[in-house]
Structure formats: structure tokens, C-alpha cells
Nanobody
Framework: QVQLVESGGGLVQAGGSLRLSCAAS????????VGWFRQAPGKEREIVAA????????YYVDSVKGRFTISRDNAKNTVYLQIVSLKPEDTAVYYC?????????????????????WGQGTQVTVSS
């Protein structure tokens, strides 16, 4: 079992930056692939970034490329999402999700139904 807790959200002006953290419990978290998703009001939850268990492979949805950076520190059981140049359209609840990589190296997962563990989310609000 893995429990995930997101933090770092808040209210920020357009152009600002935030670093979201996803802290995990569980001894085997280092073998888990992780994704960051977001859900804006009235919209579907969408993937924004994902990272393989070792951190060697990352994925970003086109709308965030160049502004979002996903990274992980397995010694701290934490995955980060650094966000710069925030836009009002980035306003959403941000969730981290995790799943076992099943021994696969350098694999990321991008679909909601591929993830088994979810955090409660952290709100990011960007004012214009």
C-alpha cells in the first residue's frame, strides 16, 4: 500500500512559480511510477506530467512543456512538480498518483486508469 499526500499549492499571480510535492509512505515507493494530474472545475482530470520509478524518463502534456518539471527524490519518498510562468488556465486541483512499475525500467504511465494510488489533491489558483 502507498499513501500519497500533496502539498505546495496556493494562490499565485500569473507569471509566478510554485513547487508541488507528493510525499509517499511505503518502503517500495522507489519502484513506483508517478504521475501528476489536474482537474479544473467542470473539466476532466488530465495528466500533466509523469516520471518513471528511477526518474530516467519523464512525460509532459504539450500544454505544460517548458513550464512544468517533474522530478523525484526516492531517498525522501517524494516527487515534485516545479511550475513556472503560471497561467490562469493552470488553475485546478493537482493530484499525484502512483503505481508499481512491475519491474519495467524507464516506463511512464499517462492514463488515469493505469494508476492505483491517489492523493487528495492540492489547489492551485492563478490570478490574472
Amino acid at each position: 500500500q502507498v499513501q500519497l499526500v500533496e502539498s505546495g499549492g496556493g494562490l499565485v499571480q500569473a507569471g509566478g512559480s510554485l513547487r508541488l510535492s507528493c510525499a509517499a509512505s511505503g518502503r517500495t515507493f522507489s519502484s513506483y511510477a508517478v504521475g501528476w494530474f489536474r482537474q479544473a472545475p467542470g473539466k476532466e482530470r488530465e495528466i500533466v506530467a509523469a516520471i518513471s520509478w528511477g526518474g530516467s524518463k519523464t512525460y509532459y502534456v504539450d500544454s505544460v512543456k517548458g513550464r512544468f518539471t517533474i522530478s523525484r527524490d526516492n531517498a525522501k519518498n517524494t516527487v515534485y512538480l516545479q511550475i513556472v510562468s503560471l497561467k490562469p488556465e493552470d488553475t485546478a486541483v493537482y493530484y499525484c498518483a502512483a503505481r508499481s512499475s512491475g519491474g519495467l525500467v524507464g516506463v511512464v504511465f499517462t492514463r488515469r486508469d493505469e494508476y492505483f494510488y491517489w492523493g487528495q489533491g492540492t489547489q492551485v489558483t492563478v490570478s490574472s
